[in-house]
């Protein structure tokens, strides 16, 4: 049995987000009656999107979307390590259980992962995570190179990055697989700008094996 000291029972948790919580439940319902209630049966997402965990870029607002509409899979620097349990667990269950039409595989400009893959500080477990980013630093360092400014370095980095994990997303087996047996599935690389808001298209769509 855990024994909580008493002047703990005084201190708010976090009372301010559970306050925004009924707030927002409360508009959902004025709006729309029976909004949780169609929520409570099925979720039915078209849409599987990747992208970074970084607070800034929240999935659902970027694109418009209610809950139910957007499946989701958040990782730091938006990778899709065909090594990495989680993302495939997501993956197969959003094409093979939800059948989503489309998958996003969305990077953002600033990001601070791939910043940190490559200005030589040693941040710990993280560096592991963060090593394919540096791996394509290097593929790419002629390219990359020629741009003088930092900035603009690092969000073609960020671009980079991106058609990169469209690429491993795309021969995933999962998504072969779907493709093999006649299921629509389009993979796509965006990249949304800090700046204003708005997801640039890559033009990196695979549609097919």
Same mark, same amino acid.
């Given at each position: 049995?855990w024994l909580v000291p008493d002047h703990a ?8 987000? =559970? ?7 409360? +508009? ?5 009656? $029976?909004?949780? /209630? ?10 599987? #999107?990747? *992208? ?13 979307? !209610? ?7 958040? &990782? ?9 349990? &989680? ?8 094409? !093979?259980?939800? =059948?989503? /039409? ?7 400009? $600033?990001? $601070? *992962?791939?910043?940190?893959?490559? !200005?030589? /500080?040693?941040?710990?477990?993280? !560096?592991?995570?963060?090593h394919p980013i540096r791996e394509l630093n ?17 969000? +073609? ?9 469209? =690429? &491993? ?9 779907? #493709? ?9 690389? #965006?990249?949304?700008?800090?700046? &204003? $808001? ?9 549609? +097919?094996?």
């Open positions: 049995m029972m005084a201190v708010p948790m976090l009372d301010h987000l =559970k306050a925004n919580n009924r707030a927002w439940a409360e +508009r959902m319902v004025s709006a729309d009656a $029976g909004f949780f /209630k169609r929520l409570e049966r099925q979720q039915a997402p078209e849409y599987l #999107w990747i *992208g970074c965990s970084d607070s800034r870029v929240p999935a659902n607002e970027i694109v418009g979307l !209610d809950p139910g509409e957007l499946f989701v899979h958040r &990782n730091v620097a938006n990778l899709a390590p065909p090594q990495d349990a &989680n993302y495939l667990s997501v993956l197969q269950f959003a094409v !093979d259980v939800l =059948k989503v /039409k489309h998958v996003m595989v969305v990077g953002h400009y $600033g990001c $601070g *992962g791939v910043r940190a893959a490559v !200005d030589g /500080k040693r941040r710990g477990l993280v !560096d592991h995570w963060l290097h593929e790419h360092a002629h390219e990359l190179n020629e741009l003088t400014d930092v900035a603009a370095r690092l969000d +073609r980095l960020c671009e980079l990055n991106v058609i990169r994990q469209v =690429k &491993n997303v795309a021969s995933d087996v999962f998504v072969q697989e779907a #493709w093999s047996r006649g299921q629509e599935l389009s993979v796509h690389g #965006w990249v949304y700008s800090l700046a &204003n $808001g708005l997801v640039r298209d890559l033009d990196v769509t695979v549609t +097919r094996p």
